[in-house]
């Protein structure tokens, strides 16, 4: 891979972003400061994909973007049921799904993420180390045998359009190697 070829990739790729997608200013804003395209329009899955060289990826390639560990907590917990119907459909019609976590460094920190006792208090919660049980349940869903897809996490939210645009490049570029002539 060379610098040239994410270069023509920036230059051509559009990023899909859902139109029930909220709260993401920081990565249109990303985008538009780097002068990628990007369009809201309804995803049959996912929050984000793309399109390149006139080739649609919303069936291929989707990435699935929670803003933080507590958001995660509330879909296991509260919305099970529509977060894995969610999954299922994903991992049933697209070839590569990315579970993007922002405001999370890994495996690590998500495994001993604890709510800060006042803000439990507050909001009346008796369970406080709710990283364990995300870190279970991600680590079970993401295997081949249930909804088969990968965990990327962002420390910095205002870094996810650069982890989005990554995973896109990388789709992109082997889907180019998969697609061209055999010497």
Not at 87 to 110: K, P, V, Y
Not at 121 to 148: D, F, M, P
Request: net charge positive; aromatic share 12%; proline share 2%.
């Amino acid at each position: 891979m060379s610098a040239n070829e994410k270069k023509e990739f920036m230059k051509k790729v559009t990023v899909l972003i859902d139109t029930r997608e909220q709260k993401n200013q920081h990565i249109t804003d990303v985008l538009g400061s780097l002068g990628i395209m990007w369009t809201a329009q309804k995803l049959d899955f996912g929050d984000y994909s793309f399109t390149a060289d006139g080739r649609d990826f919303s069936h291929s390639c989707v990435i699935e973007r929670k803003a933080d560990i507590d958001e995660v907590y509330g879909n296991i917990t509260a919305d099970r049921e529509r977060i894995e119907k969610e999954l299922d459909t994903i991992s049933r019609n697209a070839r590569q799904c990315t579970f993007l976590l922002e405001n999370c460094s890994g495996w690590e920190h998500l495994k001993g993420y604890e709510i800060p006792e006042a803000q439990a208090e507050k909001q009346g919660r008796k369970v406080r180390n709710i990283g364990a049980s995300v870190y279970s349940t991600l680590q079970a869903w993401k295997c081949g045998n249930r909804y088969s897809f990968s965990v990327e996490f962002v420390p910095d939210h205002n870094r996810s359009a650069l982890k989005i645009l990554e995973v896109f490049f990388w789709y992109y570029h082997n889907y180019k190697k998969q697609t061209a002539p055999r010497k």
